[in-house]
């Protein structure tokens, strides 16, 4: 499977590798949706099942998008990643599996990694008005809550 990955994408394919039975492949981010769409309708991943990011904030492109999919017929998984700096948009995978809606909104939150072309990218679990991303390592959160408690609730927090 990764061979007739790297025939189609080419270089790509960043990297490729198979851990524990899954094939793991590092999609360069301009890519991202065309390789969904192969891997949905050529590969027959039908399900995203998870969408998630993860931080490090010490390399240039600090954030991993890790896209978990399943194939029902194949009875198989495979893991998609792509690596972006806080300034690159991602493109979204809304309009090739449309549970990637409310994931990629949880990472917006979380992160700020910010999906292009996604139709509704806002908050879905802080408050709108909610400075920062939590899920930062650089996230200073007791700070951030003490004020939020503050300004919104007009008490202390107990922090």
């Known amino acids: 499977m990764v061979n007739r990955y790297r025939e189609k994408f080419g270089e790509a394919i960043l990297e490729a590798w198979i851990d524990r039975?899954?094939?793991i492949l590092v999609v360069a981010h301009e890519q991202l949706k065309?390789?969904?769409?192969?891997?949905?309708?050529e590969e027959k991943f039908e399900w995203l099942s998870d969408l998630t990011a993860v931080d490090w904030p010490k390399r240039e492109k600090r954030?991993?998008?890790?896209l978990n999919l399943y194939s029902f017929a194949k009875n198989q998984r495979l893991?998609?990643?792509t690596h972006a700096s806080e300034q690159e948009r991602v493109p979204s995978v809304t309009g090739?599996?449309?549970t990637s809606d409310w994931m990629e909104r949880e990472v917006y939150d979380m992160f700020g990694v910010v999906f292009e072309g996604h139709p509704d990218l806002k908050r879905i679990l802080l408050p709108d008005e909610w400075q920062g991303h939590p899920l930062r390592k650089d996230?200073?959160?007791?700070?951030?809550?003490?004020d939020w408690v503050r300004e919104n609730l007009g008490i202390e927090s107990g922090q």
């Open 34 to 41: 065309q390789v969904a769409l192969y891997s949905r309708d």
């Open 139 to 146: 996230y200073d959160i007791l700070t951030q809550d003490t």
């Open 63 to 66: 954030f991993d998008i890790v």
């Open 96 to 98: 090739v599996w449309s």
């Open 21 to 23: 039975k899954q094939e």
């Open 79 to 81: 893991r998609l990643k």
